[in-house]
């Protein structure tokens, strides 16, 4: 679902996150929320099951425009305990009820500091998971040691060979 929240989202102008905390030492977290070129703040609780949409944890809704994102026969469940003002998308992929807009609550300048520090964490954990020269450099590696390990074998198969012909082994022989 967060994939295709991702891409539903994804678009010029507009900027998003998964997994914000609201303030420096903030005890709400918004799980993705965007901010676009016009200044408009969205923020989507994602819940996957009546439990998790009933749960004690808090939905932080900060932003002038904020969705639940679900399944479909989850809506159906829990639809009559969906605020007026609150939108619905369905699997991340389309909006089935339009979220109404509402006056935001707290300082933009938190939320955008909370949106920086949450990009920047995203950024790091990408660039050290995707870094192109360890990723060539563990490759590189792993070609030498499946090499290594190829001629290890062949000269393995040979003294059996050897050993099998000279001495009458017959435990082993290669096809």
């Known amino acids: 679902m967060e994939k295709a929240l991702y891409g539903y ?43 998790d ?8 809704f900060v932003g002038h425009f904020n969705y639940f994102v ?20 369905i699997d991340g992929a389309y909006s089935f009820k339009k979220a109404k807009r509402v006056e935001i609550t707290i300082d933009e300048k938190i939320l955008k500091d909370s949106l920086i520090r949450s ?5 790091d954990k990408l660039y050290k998971s995707n870094d192109p020269d360890r990723m060539d450099r563990m490759n590189n590696r792993a070609h030498k040691l499946e090499k290594e390990r190829d001629d290890w074998r062949n000269k393995y198969h040979k003294l059996m060979n050897v050993g099998y012909a000279k001495y009458g082994i017959g435990w082993y022989k290669e096809s």
């Open 70 to 89: 679900m399944p479909k026969d989850l809506y159906e469940q829990v639809k009559d305990n969906v605020p007026s003002h609150i939108g619905v998308i």
């Open 9 to 51: 989202t994804n678009k010029q102008g507009t900027f998003g996150c998964f997994e914000v905390t609201i303030g420096w030492y903030g005890k709400e977290r918004v799980d993705y929320i965007t901010y676009d070129t016009k200044g408009i703040w969205r923020c989507y609780e994602i819940k996957v099951s009546k439990s």
């Open 119 to 123: 990009l920047s964490r995203q950024a």
């Open 53 to 60: 949409f009933f749960s004690s944890a808090k939905k932080t």
